[in-house]
């Protein structure tokens, strides 16, 4: 893309002295020696090891045994190693580091449940049930290199349950919970998973939506799966499996309540985080005990200036990135992070400005979806509740539109409250763009750059550009990217470095105005983003060709008001059948039961044939811009431009 990006105007928030002389990144820059937040852009892209050894130190990450060198190139920049000949275990920088000292006695968690109930545990209770739920991993003979899947809401036991298997050396498989069975399938099966820890069911609007029965269906076809262990949550019956399913508190209660954490490989695997690509089932990216929590916690102390003994909450599932991601970069710098299992707007519209006002979140991590949602709702659910604990908004997910964005600015926060975007991914541990508290802003905009992020914005012809949309890169290495794709190295290798020699290529549309901020525009794959989730079409289309009447399918997202985005199915059907109303049900009632309902298609469409390039390529920019009425562009490439014709039609 080559057009002049319009951008939206004036800086609308200034730091204030306070905000400028308390950050933490200033701390960071004295500490080195550093003037200014250009210095410190400089030097960490440009002395990558000094800046990965710099943070470490600042983060008290501590070893068993220190590394010998930071980083190594010697497979090239798609590959370096970290922390050479380091040991350590994350579960140990999390926690045990703090017994013994005054953050013991701090809340590391706050919960709330969708009904009410509330729980904490400070950084020592929680030690504890980790160290009995490790005991029960070790009991059921799992320990170190075992992969262990997370489908669960977000109760305290998902925290658990995660440094519990950091802490035996596992290897942790998060999952969202609104997954249906086959996309449960794809990512256990494909990690070769032994357990599995799960609920009965989670309470959603007032309902009770059941997990266990999906738990069961999907460990019917995962070889490798031995065990599962099922925590009551709603006090739903389910069936337990002798010899295989274990209750939460009849397995874990009765464990020693001490563990010798195991001491891993600073590169040993820590975790797979599952996300949808354009083709093919989602990709595993890999992630180790010195990468994706050591750049978590980075970004949360430089960008939402999070300190201890403040709380931080960020409306996310464990499946997401955001959801390991708080769990790590809290506990990292010894604060406290917030849950809440239940819809942010149930019973009332109130119910996250009550929850900010109770527990006295001081970093509030929101989708523009759910802004969206809440604005419908105006001002007066917001002024009921005291919000003078909030000291920085957060957000990430997808792009912003002006109009949200303002008003979480205006009529939330007073225009006092810096909104600090955040855009990266799960294979890079975290954000390559990110506000903080130094630089001002304009609506919907990032300040730049991580600290360590080489990034910058190219043309089609890789040239730098300013003022103008290309695609956002990377051009040098840092310490959270995915350390490859599960299985599958030349996939993560096309994925990432295959554009341009040594470069990383996001697929992001990107854009640097005159001021320097920057601008994420939106993907410039196919990845559809609904409600602030990445689900990559082919999930989709996988299930719906696996009727007998479709041949082929195309899925693409269509803009809607609340969730971005949402789902629309194009199929190709056999000769012999012919559409009809109870297909199109039938196949919708197939997404849904497999990827989740939050994923039902808006519609499924019957068409004759899709557009391909000659190489056999479904073109879904095409058939998305067809669908909406838009130009579909230079359709020369195509074998059957009547095709776009005919989805123009089918709506």
Known sequence: MDKTFEFGGEIVWHPTSDYVENARLTKFMQLHGIGDFGELMSRSTEDVAWFTDAVLKYLDIQFHEHYEKVVDLFRGIAWPQWCIGGKMNIAHNCLDKYIGTPVESQDALIWEGENGETRSMSYGELYLEVNKTANALMSLG????????????????????????????????????????????????????????????????????????????AAERIPTLEHMIVLNRTNNPVN??????????????????????????????LMIIYTSGTTGLAKGAVHTHCGFPIKAAQDMAFGTDLYPGQTIYWMTDMGWMMGPWLVFGSLILGA???LFDGAPDYPGPGRLWEMVSRHKIAVLGVSPTLIRLLMTHGEGPVEKHDL????????????WNPGPWMWLFEKVGRKRIPIINYSGGTEVSGGIVMGNPLLPLKACAFSGPCPGIAADVLDENGQPVRNQVGELVIKAPWIGMTRGFWKDPKRYEDTYWSRWPNVWV??????????????????????????????????????????????????????????????????????????????????????????????????????????KTRNAKVMRRMIRAAYLGEDPGDTASLVNPEAVEEIRRAK
């Open 240 to 269: 337990m499996e002798e010899g295989r399913d274990y209750r939460w508190t009849e397995l874990v209660s009765s464990q020693p309540n001490s563990f010798p954490t195991e001491m891993t490989d600073a590169e040993d695997p």
């Open 388 to 399: 003078s604990s909030l000291r920085f908004f957060a957000s990430t997910g997808e792009p």
């Open 142 to 217: 799992l320990g170190k290199g075992d992969a262990i899947g997370l489908f669960m809401p977000m109760v305290p036991e998902i925290a658990v349950a995660l440094l519990a298997i950091a802490k035996i050396g596992g290897i942790i498989l998060p999952l969202f919970s609104g997954f249906g069975e086959s996309a449960i399938v794809d990512r256990l099966a494909d990690a070769d998973a032994k357990a599995l820890f799960t609920v009965d069911g989670a309470f959603r609007r007032g309902k009770i939506i059941p997990m266990k029965p999906v738990a069961d269906k």
């Open 336 to 338: 406290t992070f917030f």
């Open 506 to 611: 996001h697929g992001d549309f990107a854009a640097i105005d005159a001021d320097g901020l920057w601008y994420i525009l939106g993907r410039s794959d196919d990845i559809i983003k609904i409600a602030g989730k990445r689900f990559g079409p082919a999930e989709a289309e996988s299930i719906i060709v696996s009727h007998p009447a479709v041949t082929e399918a195309a899925a693409i997202g269509v803009p809607h008001k609340i969730k971005l985005n949402e789902l629309v199915v194009f199929c190709v059907l056999m000769p012999s059948t012919n559409p009809s109303d109870a297909l199109r049900k039938e196949l919708r009632q197939m997404v849904a039961e497999a990827m989740g309902r939050p994923l039902t298609p808006k519609d499924v469409l019957f068409v004759s044939d899709l557009p």
